[in-house]
């Protein structure tokens, strides 16, 4: 570094502090204001009984949480978001991976195959979700009709209106919208495996299942884990697919905890409960995101 | 141990011939090297021959029976990569064993080959490592290692020394040579690099736009061409080719020397050679200029430190090739053709 320094308004833009904040500062403000405000905001909220009858910050220390532990909906609903978060991320990992292996290979009309696994991912949630709503509809569901056609069933099957099937019916839906991204992920590390790996399988003489758990897969295990890692987080932190199909019913049988912080705190009112719970699982969610991320990188270094 | 053959080996990538018709056969426990630059087809031929190509023409035998439509794993090779190709997940253990695991091996007798193939190579005391925490020699006598577990009948290898820095290479070389002549297995090698084609082969083909131009000993293709490709591809600097009325000729360049220097007993040609610069390497000397009455062409001439002669830039001197010394080829398809008369 020199002693003489440049006049510093002219030089501004030679100025890399100057253009490293300047640069950095709508993405700041956007984490500030739409993610760091609210989460403190609800962190405040679930140790208050606030709600909005009464908007006044009271500070009632665990009282908040103790309340929403003792209401046996909530633990419904506590385990509900488990049964659902890993049967659809199970589920997703198996087809993601399934369909990753389809998508590398060349075959006449990849293009359109490749556009419709992705369009699950790319439709808004709301409005793919309430297709769904008209496809499981209780009297005009198409799939009912074409099982009826076919002399399956004698009468409608209620996806959504009898609890295991509306938590099948839920759990189905949210694979069906995950798998797209998951797919993409394992794909990018499928077509990072080296080409030469597969030709050295091959003349190995391993077969395809073996090529499959004992290459192919530990080879994928860190982009799979990145996979499920968003898979879980979008199961349990969105509401979108519980909320428009079943509002969590038919009697809370398929509540989770993202519909019922809002169910409890939004059109219910108690603002507090419904920040407890929706802080409930942010605990897990940091631990399993650290583990996670962990383990994929010690993989990757080896 | 067996022979390998193709028959009229053909294969097209879309509208590009990778190979085009090879007819090439080895000898029992050869050492046969492709050589050509990148692009000729060598790679591919060698896929080929694995059995992770499929050809679009043409028929393959391994020990005098067909091939053709077998998966690698029915063929008996074993190959070597030119990235190695280990599975890094596994332990150098489990790498060299994956072959047996693959073929059923019970594990006993498996701990017992992977033992054997690991002292063959030296590496026991790097079964627990990961291919990661190997150097680039260590981590080729593993890929060796893993190839010839399974005893195989042929053994390919596409470039397995192009991945190591120039000191390594020439240890990894001796290695290899020393390792093929105690197995004494059939070896097919894939390079771009003629000095280890040279250093290395019982038997050279050197291909180009997926044809084998000539198959022959290093000494054959280097001293007798059979081509202008030939010639000038191998040699470092390559062959000297002048244009003559009727034909091509040329000369090594070690094979020009200067007057009074040359201890041949012959007849000689003589040139009026023209140096314009001069490039001093240690062990030799480049000179580079170009010859009267083919102005022109330029020509090299390389002068061992034996021969201390002092040499002038920008000046005309008196060179001179021995007669034998000098390859004619056809004007228009660059085929050798028997010696001419210089008519000048």
Not at chain 1, 108 to 131: D, H, Q
Not at chain 1, 254 to 277: D, M, N, P, R, Y
Request: charged letters at 20%; hydrophobic letters at 50%; a neutral charge.
């Amino acid at each position: 570094m020199t002693s003489t320094r440049a006049p510093r308004n002219r030089y501004l833009s030679d100025n890399p502090r100057f253009l490293a904040g300047l640069f950095m500062a709508p993405a700041v403000i956007y984490i500030v204001a739409l993610v760091g405000f609210p989460f403190v905001l609800a962190i405040i909220y679930a140790f208050t009984n606030i709600s909005t009858g009464n908007p006044e910050l009271n500070f009632v220390g665990w009282d908040t949480f103790r309340r929403v532990l003792d209401d046996p909906v909530f633990r419904e609903a506590l385990w509900n978001t488990f049964l659902f978060a890993v049967i659809a991320n199970l589920l997703v990992v198996v087809l993601a991976t399934a369909l990753a292996e389809v998508l590398t290979k060349d075959f006449k009309g990849k293009w359109l195959v490749r556009f419709l696994v992705l369009l699950p991912w790319v439709a808004p949630v709301s409005l793919a979700t309430i297709t769904w709503l008209w496809t499981l509809d209780s009297i005009f569901s198409p799939i009912d009709w074409v099982l009826r056609q076919l002399g399956l069933i004698t009468e409608n099957v209620y996806w959504l209106g009898r609890p295991g099937l509306a938590m099948s019916s839920v759990i189905a839906v949210q694979t069906w919208r995950i798998v797209p991204l998951a797919a993409v992920i394992v794909m990018a590390g499928l077509i990072a495996i080296p080409g030469e790996i597969n030709d050295a399988v091959a003349v190995d003489g391993a077969g395809p299942w073996r090529r499959l758990f004992q290459v192919t897969m530990p080879l994928l295990a860190p982009i799979i884990a990145v996979a499920v890692l968003f898979g879980v987080i979008l199961t349990i932190s969105d509401m979108s697919v519980v909320f428009v199909l079943t509002r969590g019913g038919p009697t809370n049988s398929t509540q989770v905890l993202s519909t019922w912080a809002f169910i409890k705190g939004i059109e219910g009112g108690a603002l507090g409960q419904g920040a407890a719970v929706a802080l409930f699982l942010l605990p897990v969610l940091i631990g399993i995101t650290a583990v996670v991320l962990r383990l994929a990188r010690r993989r990757e270094v080896l | 141990m067996a022979v390998v053959e193709v028959r009229g080996l053909t294969k097209h990538f879309g509208d590009v011939v990778a190979v085009d018709g090879v007819d090439l056969q080895s000898e029992e426990g050869e050492f046969l090297v492709l050589l050509g630059p990148s692009g000729c087809g060598k790679t591919t031929l060698l896929r080929m021959i694995a059995g992770l190509e499929q050809p679009t023409e043409g028929e393959i035998l391994l020990g005098g029976e067909s091939v053709s439509g077998l998966p690698p794993r029915a063929r008996k090779i074993a190959m070597v990569f030119q990235s190695y190709a280990l599975y890094p997940h596994m332990t150098v253990a489990n790498n060299i064993a994956f072959p047996l695991k693959a073929q059923g091996m019970d594990p006993s007798k498996r701990a017992a080959k992977v033992q054997w193939a690991a002292g063959l190579f030296d590496i026991d005391g790097l079964l627990h490592r990961r291919p990661r925490q190997l150097s680039g020699g260590e981590r080729q006598r593993v890929a060796l290692a893993r190839a010839l577990v399974r005893e195989p009948t042929v053994f390919l290898l596409d470039e397995p020394l192009s991945n190591l820095d120039a000191k390594l290479r020439a240890a990894a070389r001796d290695d290899l040579m020393e390792f093929q002549r105690r197995i004494g297995i059939t070896t097919i090698y894939v390079t771009h690099d003629q000095v280890e084609a040279m250093g290395m082969g019982d038997r050279i083909a050197v291909m180009d736009h997926g044809k084998v131009r000539q198959l022959g000993t290093p000494e054959e293709v280097y001293h007798h061409p059979a081509d202008v490709f030939v010639a000038q591809f191998l040699g470092s600097p390559p062959m000297n080719l002048l244009e003559s009325m009727y034909y091509l000729f040329g000369f090594r360049p070690e094979q020009f020397l200067p007057e009074g220097i040359a201890e041949s007993e012959g007849a000689r040609v003589p040139f009026t050679f023209h140096v314009n610069r001069i490039e001093y390497l240690g062990s030799e000397r480049y000179l580079y200029g170009h010859i009267r009455e083919y102005e022109e062409t330029k020509i090299i001439a390389m002068l061992p430190a034996t021969v201390t002669l002092p040499i002038e830039v920008d000046q005309d001197h008196k060179f001179s090739v021995a007669r034998d010394q000098l390859r004619f080829f056809d004007r228009d398809g660059g085929q050798r053709i028997p010696p001419q008369a210089l008519n000048r």
